[in-house]
């Protein structure tokens, strides 16, 4: 059995194992997105394909109806950081799009997101995409067995701080989201902030789950929700980039559960040796 320690659930490795399902659902749904983003296709159009791929691989959205939330998805573009409702907006050559997906199977939750260009855009927005992506990459490989939860937030800030010396931006690191646990529900402790100083927070052990997630925007860091009460934009107007990965901590270090190859390509590059794949 799962077991709660400080109000952290731990998973058995048999559990992870059922995690796994889930988070590959997430991943190849973001893959089929991912395919269909295209100038003229809608945010709705999108949903109901990530709608239709998770439910006819024995999934549940977890999103849908998740607080009064209307979408399979989060589709978020340009200056909206996260939790952006999916309907008629059409995409636009030049956009950046952020989808935020999740899935329940057999009562296990997987969590992940990608961002994405749509068509051409900016070199400076790339290299946003390209700094979101290697600090999640980052921070996932700063988990090990008895480190502190803020090992992640401080590599994922590091990691940050780097990418924006090195393109000459000074990214803007979102304070008010970030990661948290994931399991049998899709928000659980603990909340993962995207800065901090490491060695500080709960002990990590094996059979934690997180959900890491940096958001970064191309200028000041400052949100605000709009009317609709989900949608987070920027401040300033800056354009935003927002990934997610789930991934389980295990013996042999982390296990990324919605990533296709498990992890393996990104974690290796960063000199991981990972048993998982797919």
Same mark, same amino acid.
């Not at 961002?115 to 790339?126: D, I, S």
């Not at 090990?144 to 590091?158: F, K, N, P």
């Not at 789950?209 to 605000?224: F, K, Q, Y």
């Not at 980039?241 to 974690?267: M, N």
């Given at each position: 059995m799962s077991r709660l320690t400080r109000s952290i659930q731990i998973k058995t490795p048999e559990q992870v194992a059922l995690m796994r399902v889930a988070g590959l659902l997430v991943g190849q749904t973001l893959e089929v997105l991912r395919a269909a983003v295209a100038p003229g296709i809608t945010t709705g159009e999108l949903d109901a394909l990530a709608e239709d791929h998770i439910r006819s691989n024995r999934g549940v959205p977890s999103f849908l109806g998740y607080h009064g939330f209307t979408g399979t998805i989060c589709a978020s573009v340009n200056d909206e950081v996260v939790h952006g409702i999916p309907g008629e907006r059409v995409l636009r050559e030049g956009?950046? =799009?952020? =989808?935020?997906?999740?899935?329940?199977?057999?009562g296990w939750h997987g969590d992940a997101a990608i961002t994405v260009p749509v068509g051409e855009v900016p070199r400076a927005e790339l290299q946003l995409i390209r700094a979101a992506e290697d600090a999640m990459w980052r921070g996932i490989a700063a988990a090990t067995v008895g480190g502190r939860l803020t090992d992640l937030s401080a590599a994922i800030e590091g990691s940050i701080e !780097?990418?924006?010396? @090195?393109?000459?931006?000074e990214y803007g690191i979102v304070e008010d989201y970030g990661g948290h646990g994931i399991g049998t529900e899709m928000h659980m402790e603990p909340h993962l902030l995207n800065y901090g100083r490491p060695g500080k927070g709960p002990r990590l052990v094996e059979g934690i789950a997180l959900a890491v997630e940096p958001m970064i925007t191309l200028g000041a860091p400052e949100t605000r929700v709009l009317e609709d009460d989900w949608t987070v934009v920027t401040r300033d107007g800056s354009r935003a980039a927002h990934v997610e990965h789930t991934f !389980?901590? @295990?013996?042999?270090?982390?296990?990324? =559960? @919605? !990533? =296709?190859?498990?992890?393996a390509d990104r974690l290796g590059a960063l000199g991981l040796t990972t048993p998982f794949s797919a």
């Amino acid at each position: 059995m799962s077991r709660l320690t400080r109000s952290i659930q731990i998973k058995t490795p048999e559990q992870v194992a059922l995690m796994r399902v889930a988070g590959l659902l997430v991943g190849q749904t973001l893959e089929v997105l991912r395919a269909a983003v295209a100038p003229g296709i809608t945010t709705g159009e999108l949903d109901a394909l990530a709608e239709d791929h998770i439910r006819s691989n024995r999934g549940v959205p977890s999103f849908l109806g998740y607080h009064g939330f209307t979408g399979t998805i989060c589709a978020s573009v340009n200056d909206e950081v996260v939790h952006g409702i999916p309907g008629e907006r059409v995409l636009r050559e030049g956009d950046l =799009l952020s =989808l935020d997906c999740g899935a329940i199977v057999d009562g296990w939750h997987g969590d992940a997101a990608i961002t994405v260009p749509v068509g051409e855009v900016p070199r400076a927005e790339l290299q946003l995409i390209r700094a979101a992506e290697d600090a999640m990459w980052r921070g996932i490989a700063a988990a090990t067995v008895g480190g502190r939860l803020t090992d992640l937030s401080a590599a994922i800030e590091g990691s940050i701080e !780097a990418s924006s010396e @090195t393109d000459g931006v000074e990214y803007g690191i979102v304070e008010d989201y970030g990661g948290h646990g994931i399991g049998t529900e899709m928000h659980m402790e603990p909340h993962l902030l995207n800065y901090g100083r490491p060695g500080k927070g709960p002990r990590l052990v094996e059979g934690i789950a997180l959900a890491v997630e940096p958001m970064i925007t191309l200028g000041a860091p400052e949100t605000r929700v709009l009317e609709d009460d989900w949608t987070v934009v920027t401040r300033d107007g800056s354009r935003a980039a927002h990934v997610e990965h789930t991934f !389980a901590l @295990t013996v042999q270090g982390p296990w990324v =559960l @919605t !990533a =296709l190859d498990g992890g393996a390509d990104r974690l290796g590059a960063l000199g991981l040796t990972t048993p998982f794949s797919a």
